[in-house]
């Protein structure tokens, strides 16, 4: 048998996102990996971001992303860019930022809770090897008293149809997903959470006597095009329309409305991959503190 040339080799090996193999092994089986990346420089500098638009976030949950204040938006992702670009880029195969946010929950607040959902589709996962990454950095420690992360490990390979901002789709399965198969991520100040953007997600309330802030961010492969998804609820609930959008299309469209600027790509069924309980419980496994 003849060995490979480099340039097969290259053709046929799956693409990377993280340079680390252990930590390649991780995001591809579970879907997330946890990063000691921040200094104490960078949490001051990115807490001294959230201070600027704290009054912004004055809601149960907000994260800048979401604000109509272009302005703001624009700026905390200038100063948040800056930063992963210095500490995130490095350990990734070749990405780019394409947002930063900062996202905080008040304090006791029952409205503060995040359902579980998977975040919208920013490039083609159906590509081999192609997904975008959600960048996750709590500025304080976080337990699931202020409202940390829970994920569903494994949940990135059950749906990577096109989507748009919502929801699980899957809701008659939430009960089981929440009561067996969901994990509670603890993390420290100064550690970065890199999840596959498929990945079943969603956080309790914060329940501490502080806001729980959070720098955030969203990375893509260098050579991919960056897509949004729409729905239209009210005139064709059940299709999804794919775009191809600006570089700084996250950073200064609404989201949930239709595109006022890229190129409409394509009108899709908006049907996810087909989940049942089944299929559910072969895919996944229980964790342990909730089996």
Same mark, same amino acid.
């Given at each position: 048998?003849?060995?490979?040339?480099?340039?097969?080799?290259?053709?046929?090996?799956?693409?990377?996102?993280? !340079?680390?193999?252990?930590?390649?092994?991780?995001?591809?089986?579970?879907?997330?990996?946890?990063?000691?990346?921040?200094?104490?420089?960078?949490?001051?500098?990115?807490?001294?971001?959230?201070?600027?638009?704290?009054?912004?976030?004055?809601?149960? +949950?907000?994260?800048?992303?979401?604000?109509?204040?272009?302005?703001?938006?624009?700026?905390?992702?200038?100063?948040?860019?800056?930063?992963?670009?210095?500490?995130?880029?490095?350990?990734?195969?070749?990405?780019?930022?394409?947002?930063?946010?900062?996202?905080?929950?008040?304090?006791?607040?029952?409205?503060?809770?995040?359902?579980?959902?998977?975040?919208?589709?920013?490039?083609?996962?159906?590509?081999?090897?192609?997904?975008?990454?959600?960048?996750? &950095?709590?500025?304080?420690?976080?337990?699931?008293?202020?409202?940390?992360?829970?994920?569903?490990?494994?949940?990135?390979?059950?749906?990577?149809?096109?989507?748009?901002?919502?929801?699980?789709?899957?809701?008659?399965?939430?009960?089981?997903?929440?009561?067996?198969?969901?994990?509670?991520?603890?993390?420290?100040?100064?550690?970065?959470?890199?999840?596959?953007?498929?990945?079943?997600?969603?956080?309790?309330?914060?329940?501490?006597?502080?806001?729980?802030?959070?720098?955030?961010?969203?990375?893509?492969?260098?050579?991919?095009?960056? +897509?949004?998804?729409?729905?239209?609820?009210?005139?064709?609930?059940?299709?999804?329309?794919?775009?191809?959008?600006?570089?700084? +299309?996250?950073?200064?469209?609404?989201?949930?409305?239709?595109? &006022?600027?890229?190129?409409?790509?394509?009108?899709?069924?908006?049907?996810?991959?087909?989940?049942?309980?089944? !299929?559910?419980?072969?895919?996944?496994?229980?964790?342990?503190?909730?089996?």
């Amino acid at each position: 048998m003849t060995r490979p040339t480099i340039k097969e080799t290259a053709m046929t090996r799956p693409r990377r996102a993280l !340079r680390d193999p252990h930590s390649e092994d991780l995001l591809r089986r579970d879907g997330y990996v946890v990063l000691p990346l921040l200094t104490e420089g960078d949490l001051a500098a990115l807490r001294a971001v959230y201070d600027r638009v704290a009054q912004a976030h004055d809601d149960g +949950f907000m994260a800048s992303v979401l604000h109509d204040d272009l302005a703001m938006r624009a700026g905390v992702h200038s100063a948040l860019a800056e930063i992963w670009q210095a500490r995130v880029l490095p350990v990734l195969e070749e990405f780019r930022i394409i947002v930063g946010s900062v996202a905080a929950k008040a304090a006791n607040s029952d409205s503060s809770s995040v359902g579980l959902h998977q975040d919208l589709s920013f490039v083609d996962e159906n590509r081999p090897g192609h997904l975008a990454l959600s960048i996750w &950095a709590p500025l304080q420690d976080v337990t699931p008293e202020n409202g940390c992360l829970s994920l569903t490990p494994g949940s990135h390979l059950l749906n990577s149809n096109w989507r748009e901002p919502s929801g699980l789709p899957y809701r008659e399965l939430i009960p089981v997903i929440e009561g067996e198969f969901m994990q509670a991520l603890p993390m420290r100040a100064g550690e970065v959470l890199l999840m596959d953007s498929r990945t079943f997600h969603g956080s309790p309330p914060n329940f501490s006597d502080r806001p729980r802030v959070v720098a955030a961010g969203v990375a893509i492969p260098a050579e991919s095009p960056l +897509f949004y998804v729409h729905r239209d609820h009210g005139d064709n609930p059940d299709q999804v329309e794919v775009w191809q959008v600006p570089e700084d +299309f996250y950073r200064q469209h609404t989201i949930g409305m239709r595109p &006022a600027e890229g190129r409409h790509l394509a009108t899709l069924a908006g049907d996810p991959e087909p989940l049942d309980e089944a !299929r559910l419980r072969r895919a996944l496994r229980p964790v342990a503190a909730n089996a």
